[in-house]
């Protein structure tokens, strides 16, 4: 992979389209600058897809499918998938609502035993926006240590 400025004309010219990263790429400080949006729209008039791919929740790439200038956005590592089709947003899902429902409160039950077992671990801010998985947080680098084989013993 190369960056773009490395890339001659004829490989430019030959570009379909870009996946980008949010966070420390297209997020200064958590906020969307309005240069990267003129970027976004400067993108689209050379007719070049764009697509989003995070680990934020799928709440955020269906915020972003929403109001920004992308074509696909794709969120929670992969698990869930946003487009604009026919002039409507679509939700592309591998799993059912219950199946993905169940999945997520088996992680849920997990992330129980696991703050049973570390009592500074707690549910990251964004589970809500989550559909997939389950972010938590550690108060310093030792407990997530001890979170991580915590986990591999539950496993």
């Known amino acids: 992979m190369k960056r773009l400025e490395q890339l001659s004309v004829a490989e430019a010219r030959g570009l379909e389209g870009v996946v980008i990263d ?17 970027a976004l729209h400067e993108l689209e008039r050379a007719r070049l897809r764009r697509v989003v791919c995070s680990a934020r ?18 969120s929670e590592n992969g698990a869930i998938a946003h487009l604009r089709r026919a002039g409507r947003l679509e939700r592309i899902d591998r799993y059912t609502a219950s199946e993905r429902g169940r999945r997520r409160a088996q992680l849920l039950s997990l992330v129980e035993q696991l703050r049973k077992r570390l009592p500074g671990l707690d549910l990251a801010d964004d589970n809500l926006g989550r559909l997939s998985d389950v972010t ?20």
């Open 136 to 155: 938590f947080v550690a108060v310093d680098e030792a407990l997530t240590e001890a979170a991580v084989r915590a986990a591999v013993d539950l496993g």
């Open 22 to 38: 949010v966070d420390d790429l297209l997020l200064d400080a958590g906020a969307l600058g309005p240069e990267v949006f003129a």
């Open 57 to 74: 929740p799928a709440a955020w790439g269906e915020a972003i499918q929403h109001h920004w200038p992308v074509d696909l956005t794709v």
